[in-house]
């Protein structure tokens, strides 16, 4: 990886519990600040339902290793062009100047994908 393919804005986002009332539910908020990534799809694939169509997609985004990506885990999650991906995995490269973190997410018809 190259630093000139950092060519995406992505927002990281990290959950909360939080008591609504009646239960403790999922509230996920920005953590942090964008970071530039790069960007690669990997699969995709639709399935078809009684409800209608359903599409995944899983894609890896390379960053810049720093303190704050290196205290990511799989419970956050990244957030690029209005569609949130869960975390899969995340990984060094090289010699820790870049980090992968692969992802995965159910995109909509309306979702943009790149």
């Not at 999922?26 to 953590?31: E, F, M, R, V």
Request: hydrophobic fraction near 35%.
């Amino acid at each position: 990886m190259r630093a000139g393919s950092l060519d995406r804005s992505i927002q990281f986002q990290r959950f909360t519990m939080e008591d609504d009332g009646l239960a403790s539910v999922k509230n996920w908020a920005d953590h942090g600040t964008p970071v530039l990534a790069s960007k690669v799809d990997l699969k995709d694939w639709e399935l078809l339902r009684a409800d209608g169509v359903s599409a995944s997609l899983t894609s890896r985004f390379g960053v810049r290793s720093t303190v704050f990506t290196r205290d990511l885990t799989p419970k956050d999650a990244v957030k690029y062009r209005g569609v949130s991906y869960q975390i899969f995995g995340i990984k060094e490269l090289g010699r820790n100047d870049f980090l992968e973190i692969t992802v995965g997410a159910e995109v909509s018809n309306g979702s943009e994908q790149d």
